[in-house]
């Protein structure tokens, strides 16, 4: 069977790899007969090259990877590419699958965990930031923005802003300031991240003591239908354009 092989960013933070294996955990838990191993391509261990080697040593002769990134970025248009070409594994076929977003699955998740730290639809008293890392590029972020207005048709809160942590406007200080000028007395701070690390701190020390914090997106099952949900679409085009 094709090896599934996730790969998130990575980070110097230990939670962050702790959350993305948890999250695995989960797609094993849906899919016990696929060979399911996580990767990073950078401060985190293993690396995508070496998980990939493995995988080869192990009788594999193809795999998909399937990067555990929100939006196609920088990361997702170079940086995976280029770990996969370094791997130099001319017997294994490698498909890349696509990015998680966008996809509706993720907004689920991201309002579940806004559910979990108590905040309800139709607060008109509550503004809510949809917080995520911030790119150069910019369909990236505006992929963000396009979820947050959505949001904010709908919801009932005063008010849904996006913001970014890095690289990106409007910062979460400018967000703070708009929901306010909007009627919110209080905020709330939604995550567009997959799992904790600098960034997410960095959102939560800038939104302030007062604001409702829900966690990054993590070991929701929903995301990992999304993950299985890539790998067999990899699968079927991969077949598609072979036959």
Do not use: C
Not at 79 to 105: E, F, H, Q, Y
Not at 151 to 177: C, L, Y
């Amino acid at each position: 069977m094709t090896a599934l092989v996730a790969v998130a960013h990575g980070s110097r933070d230990p939670r962050s790899a702790a959350v993305v294996h948890e999250l695995l955990d989960v797609v094993r838990a849906l899919a016990p007969s696929l060979d399911v191993r996580g990767s990073f391509l950078d401060l985190s261990v293993p690396l995508l090259g070496d998980v990939l080697r493995g995988a080869y040593a192990d009788g594999h002769r193809s795999a998909v990877v399937v990067p555990l990134l929100l939006g196609k970025a920088f990361h997702a248009r170079v940086d995976v590419p280029s770990a996969v070409a370094d791997a130099r594994l001319p017997g294994l076929d490698v498909t890349i699958a696509d990015v998680l977003g966008p996809d509706p699955r993720l907004e689920s998740a991201a309002l579940r965990r806004l559910a979990s730290v108590g905040v309800r639809s139709r607060d008109r008293t509550l503004g809510v930031i949809l917080a995520g890392a911030g790119s150069s590029h910019a369909p990236a972020n505006a992929l963000v923005s396009s979820i947050a207005a959505r949001w904010a048709a709908g919801s009932g809160w005063a008010g849904v802003e996006a913001a970014f942590a890095a690289s990106a406007q409007p910062d979460v200080p400018t967000a703070v300031a708009r929901l306010r000028a909007q009627g919110a007395r209080r905020i709330a701070v939604a995550s567009w991240f997959l799992a904790p690390g600098f960034l997410p701190d960095r959102v939560t020390r800038l939104a302030g003591p007062d604001t409702i914090i829900a966690p990054p997106l993590g070991p929701d099952p929903e995301v990992a239908e999304l993950i299985l949900h890539r790998y067999h679409s990899a699968l079927t085009t991969d077949l598609a354009r072979t036959a």
